[in-house]
Structure formats: structure tokens, C-alpha cells
């Protein structure tokens, strides 16, 4: 298995442009994950989905966050428009995970994309 | 509030010394807590996972403690080695009932493993 994949790996972009980063999760995993990271905030948990719905998004910082998964194998983030402190890496990670279980599964990260907004 | 709190904030040893790694935590329900080992540059991957009832779990040379009373958790790396050289990020869950848990991180603690 080649691991969650994430695409862009690296994107540069305008203040007020619109970003979309793409994730495709481990085949066979039911949930998926979508973080911030930061030197200032460390890793920020913005949303995750369980069978393609959204469980919590209590992490989105605003209304210019928004995220879909249309199916099991693709999910996008989508940050519209774009400001300078939306810079910061995005990491999408996945897991098999079975609502009312004992614990959640591993989950595995993706190598992540770097957003900069000028 | 839940909080998970590292220390130290960053760490310099010796190749070949051992290190503990410290994360206190004040999250309600408690359902595990994991471990994980981001290099630079990558996303983080999973060391050791822990639900309340164990105290120890072994990774190789990492070695997670977990003090469910006190809620405190070690991370022990023996005879350290340059590629140790990371951030060691402490996650720890909360149980919900019967929907997934809520994830609460530590802001991590840096390693550098010099010769």
C-alpha cells in the first residue's frame, strides 16, 4: 500500500486566492483526518469523517475552511480565500475505525503540503 | 479544559545516551493516549498506543509508561541513536460514548541526537 497520499506537496499562493489540497486515504479505512500544524500551535486536529460524513469540525477555524468527502478513497480541504496565516502544513491521516468501539485505530499520516499565502 | 502539556520543550544528548520525555495530561474521559515521532519535514508516525488499564508498552528502544492516576506518561528512549533526532508529539483521547473520540495534542518536545 502506498500510504495516504497527499497532493500538492508544496503550494505557494496569493492572499485571497482560493486552495484546494487533496488527500487519498489507505484503502480500507473508514475515517479521515485533516490537521494544521505550526511552530506557534503544533498540530491542530480541523476535521475528521467517518464512513465519508463529517463527525466533528469543531476544529475548522472559520467559514473560509470547508472540506468534503465525496467517496471513500478522496477528500478535499478547501480554504477560500486565503490569508498569510493560513500558512502552515496540512496533513491529512487516516485509520479503520468503528463508531461506539473501545479505541480508534493507528492512524497514518500523509506526507502533508506546505501552504504559504504571500 | 482538556490539555496535554510536554517537557522539556527541547532536548540535546549524546548518541548512545538515554533520554525520558514527559506529557501530563488533563483530559476527561480518558480513552489512550499515543505516542508518535514526527521527523522534520514528515508526518508524524505512531510509537505506542496505551488505553487506561496498561502501564507499559515497548516500541524497540522506546518505552511508554502511563500513570492513569497521576495522568502522566513517559517516554524512555535507550541507547539513543542520530536517527532519534525528531519531535515526539504526545496525543491523548477522550472516550465520548458512542461516537469517536476527541484528540487533544501536546505541542511536542524537539529531540537532537548529537555525536
Known amino acids: 500500500d502506498a500510504g495516504v497520499i497527499q497532493s500538492p506537496r508544496h503550494e505557494v499562493t496569493e492572499m485571497g486566492q482560493e486552495v484546494t489540497l487533496r488527500c487519498k486515504p489507505i484503502s480500507g479505512h473508514n475515517s479521515l483526518f485533516w490537521y494544521r500544524q505550526t511552530m506557534m500551535r503544533g498540530l491542530e486536529l480541523l476535521i475528521y469523517f467517518n464512513n465519508n460524513v463529517p463527525i466533528d469540525d469543531s476544529g475548522m477555524p472559520e467559514d473560509r475552511f470547508s472540506a468534503k468527502m465525496p467517496n471513500a478513497s478522496f477528500s478535499t480541504l478547501k480554504i477560500q480565500p486565503s490569508e498569510p496565516r493560513d500558512s502552515a502544513v496540512y496533513f491529512c491521516?487516516?485509520?479503520?475505525?468503528?463508531?461506539?468501539?473501545?479505541?480508534?485505530?493507528?492512524?497514518?499520516f500523509g506526507p502533508g503540503t506546505r501552504l504559504t499565502v504571500l | 479544559k482538556n490539555q496535554v502539556e510536554q517537557s522539556p520543550q527541547s532536548l540535546i544528548i549524546l548518541e548512545g545516551k538515554n533520554c525520558t520525555l514527559q506529557?501530563?495530561?488533563?483530559?476527561?474521559?480518558?480513552?489512550?493516549l499515543r505516542w508518535y515521532k514526527q521527523d522534520t519535514g514528515r508526518g508524524p508516525v505512531s510509537l505506542t498506543i496505551m488505553t487506561f488499564s496498561e502501564n507499559t508498552k515497548s516500541n524497540g528502544r522506546y518505552t511508554a509508561t502511563l500513570d492513569a492516576d497521576t495522568k502522566q506518561s513517559s517516554l524512555h528512549i535507550t541507547a539513543s541513536q542520530l536517527s532519534d533526532s525528531a519531535s515526539y508529539i504526545c496525543?491523548?483521547?477522550?472516550?465520548?460514548?458512542?461516537?469517536?473520540?476527541?484528540?487533544?495534542f501536546g505541542t511536542g518536545t524537539r529531540l537532537q541526537v548529537t555525536l
Open positions: 506529557c501530563n495530561y488533563t483530559v476527561s474521559p480518558f480513552s489512550n
Open positions: 496525543v491523548v483521547s477522550a472516550s465520548r460514548g458512542g461516537t469517536a473520540s476527541k484528540l487533544t
Open positions: 491521516a487516516s485509520s479503520f475505525y468503528v463508531l461506539g468501539g473501545l479505541a480508534i485505530g493507528e492512524q497514518f
